[in-house]
């Protein structure tokens, strides 16, 4: 009974690829950075130097820990909805993040909360945390908890917060709209190394639960009915894991706004390599989702100049929905879609 | 020592599906139930496994409460093989059978070399040592069948329910089950078997339960259950009945 699937390999493969990413990525850019700017540290005074650690080892940095973060969310959420397509928008956590954002846009409030927190990005998980407590309470009181009815409360949520926002974008100033719809084309150089450190206390609490949940995990994606009699408490579980993901999601849309599809894509392709065991799909998505958010951001930064020597930067959810969508029409022509939606 | 119903009244959807159930389950014991569709068969068997909630009575598992234990606790005593899977989600058979293993282990533990000698054995003994590497949705109806029951079988249960377990098999895997399934009874477990086919459920039980309408009509051994004015009474059907190994077993046949 011997089913060894290269998940060793691929881990350690995807742990390379993701430290080479932390190494190279912050490189690369409009001004060449040199050894000695590196070695310099913090407080080397080289323009090279500040742009390395004050601007581009924190976005890096975050664009890691938004990627690790949002594609291990969106494995937990699959797992749980036993839905390939679940994640953290179809659930409405982002929308409700981008509904908090854009009220505090609209609104002018984007000072500091008690000195040190940006209001906006207080506001922007107030909203997902909202949306998480409005989404669990219409999902108890309808249907028990039942996922069909998490997944379908969580769109309903999506599609009202997405009216709101649109209302707001109709009642706001035109640099204020634009302002609006800025943010909700999703970033991770907003907040530098101050956003990195708030997200990550969540990310960590997030992933502890998650960890703990991973046997848990397996057994719901094999269905309720097997969970239970195997001794998964499934409502407990499935409670945990959907507050887990959805805080670590409120708290990365939160600093950088919503950035689609890294958490449907990076699931599907490490599913694909490392099988679906959350012991090693969940390292394997948090590396590669570490990996490809921010690859995706270098040529985000860098697309315009490399074309035509502009140094307009584009916003990374331009990338990640991108290539999400041609993902999926990929998907689409190389699979039945009933096999996408059953299977992953 | 044994899991009951004491009972039991169970409701589906607002709907009365059983009523007043008695049913005890003991140790070394086999016990088919049988009855026509819709008669509570599958409700019997997850309220027994603890998956759904009585309306009146009680569940109990070896003299305490069903629902005084936590789900880890029944899972150590009672493995459950349903009649259908919701899904498959890419898994080999080895993950299914590893996984298997979650009640008796910490959450965080990796498998204990008793643990994969355990998963083993009972993959030898159903005969799907050789499909430990495929996708759960790549295998037979069958052997997927035997699979889920190798997985309860790794749970170490003291007691094991299966909801129609011969349905998608083949004529020489029934006859494999009904020994593997004896052996379980003899090695101590109680085993409970919804079965429609009654040749199976006289060669299996030591007692026949029969259900209809949400109320047990019938629970005795074989022999008293398999006569045709009762098997009528039953399932409205007509029943042709011989015998076989010289009279020591009786062949059920329904008249068409």
Redesign the interface.
């Known amino acids: 009974?011997?089913?060894s699937?290269n998940g060793g390999r691929s881990l350690a493969l995807l742990g390379l690829l993701a430290l080479a990413t932390l190494l190279l990525a912050p490189l690369l850019g409009s001004i060449r950075i040199g050894w000695d700017d590196v070695m310099s540290g913090p407080g080397g005074e080289s323009t090279a130097a500040q742009v390395f650690w004050r601007l581009r080892v924190p976005r890096v940095a975050m664009a890691a820990l938004a990627g690790a973060s949002l594609a291990a969310a969106g494995c937990v959420f699959q797992s749980i909805f036993?839905n390939p397509l679940a994640e953290p928008f179809t659930l409405g956590v982002a929308s409700g993040a981008s509904l908090g954002a854009a009220i505090g846009l609209h609104m002018g409030w984007t000072g500091l909360l008690f000195g040190f927190l940006p209001v906006m990005t207080g506001l922007a998980f107030v909203g997902a945390a909202t949306s998480i407590m409005v989404v669990w309470t219409i999902a108890r009181v309808r249907g028990a908890g039942s996922a069909n009815t998490l997944l379908l409360a969580g769109v309903a949520i999506g599609f009202v917060s997405a009216a709101m926002i649109l209302l707001l974008e109709f009642l706001s100033s035109r640099p204020v709209t634009n302002e609006i719809v800025r943010w909700l084309m999703g970033s991770v150089d907003r907040t530098g190394a101050a956003g990195l450190f708030e997200t990550i206390p969540f990310a960590a609490a997030g992933a502890a639960v998650v960890?703990?949940?991973?046997?848990?995990l397996?057994?719901l994606?094999?269905?309720?009915?097997?969970a239970?009699?195997?001794?998964?408490?499934v409502k407990r579980t499935r409670a945990a894991a959907y507050f887990a993901a959805s805080l670590v999601t409120a708290a990365v849309v939160a600093q950088c706004g919503p950035i689609a599809f890294v958490g449907l894509l990076v699931p599907h392709l490490t599913?694909a390599l490392v099988?679906?065991?959350h012991r090693r799909l969940l390292p394997a998505a948090a590396l590669a989702g570490a990996a490809f958010l921010p690859w995706c951001d270098v040529v985000a930064a860098n697309l315009l100049r490399w074309l035509h020597g502009s140094a307009l930067q584009i916003p990374v959810g331009v990338i990640t929905n991108l290539l999400g969508g041609l993902f999926f029409i990929y998907l689409l022509f190389r699979r039945p879609a009933e096999a996408i939606v059953?299977?992953? | 020592m044994s899991l009951a119903a004491e009972d039991i009244d169970v409701t589906r959807d607002r709907r009365a599906v059983l009523s007043s159930v008695r049913l005890t389950l003991s140790p070394g014991e086999c016990v088919c139930v049988v009855g026509p569709n819709g008669a509570g068969k599958s409700t019997l068997m997850l309220t027994l496994?603890g998956?759904l909630p009585v309306a009146r009575g009680r569940v109990v598992l070896d003299g305490r409460p069903l629902r005084t234990f936590?789900?880890?606790?029944?899972?150590?005593r009672?493995?459950?093989v349903?009649q259908q899977?919701?899904?498959?989600?890419?898994?080999?058979?080895?993950?299914?059978?590893a996984?298997?293993r979650?009640?008796h282990a910490h959450?965080?533990a990796a498998p204990s070399e008793a643990d994969v000698r355990l998963?083993?054995e009972q993959?030898?003994r159903c005969g799907?040592?050789e499909l430990?590497?495929r996708t759960i949705?790549t295998l037979s109806a069958g052997e997927r069948q035997k699979v889920w029951l190798a997985a309860a079988l790794v749970?170490e249960p003291a007691y094991l329910l299966l909801d129609e377990p011969t349905a998608a098999l083949d004529a020489r895997y029934v006859a494999t089950l009904v020994r593997l399934l004896r052996g379980e009874r003899d090695r101590g477990r109680g085993v409970l078997v919804i079965c429609h086919d009654l040749n199976v459920a006289a060669a299996l039980g030591d007692r026949i339960v029969a259900l209809r309408g949400g109320r047990i009509c019938h629970d005795g051994p074989p022999a008293e259950f398999l006569t045709p004015e009762r098997l009528a009474d039953v399932f409205d059907a007509r029943f042709r009945l011989s015998a076989v190994d010289g009279g020591a077993r009786p062949l059920v046949a329904p008249e068409f």
């Not at chain 1, 994606?221 to 097997?226: A, D, I, R």
């Open positions: 009974m011997s089913a699937r036993r960890w703990y949940l991973h046997k848990s397996d057994l994606m094999m269905g309720e009915l097997v239970s009699s195997r001794g998964v408490s599913r099988g679906p065991v059953v299977d992953g | 496994a998956l936590s789900r880890r606790e029944v899972a150590r009672i493995a459950f349903p899977y919701e899904g498959f989600g890419g898994f080999r058979a080895s993950d299914v059978l996984a298997a979650f009640a959450p965080l998963v083993e993959a030898a799907v040592s430990g590497g949705g749970q």
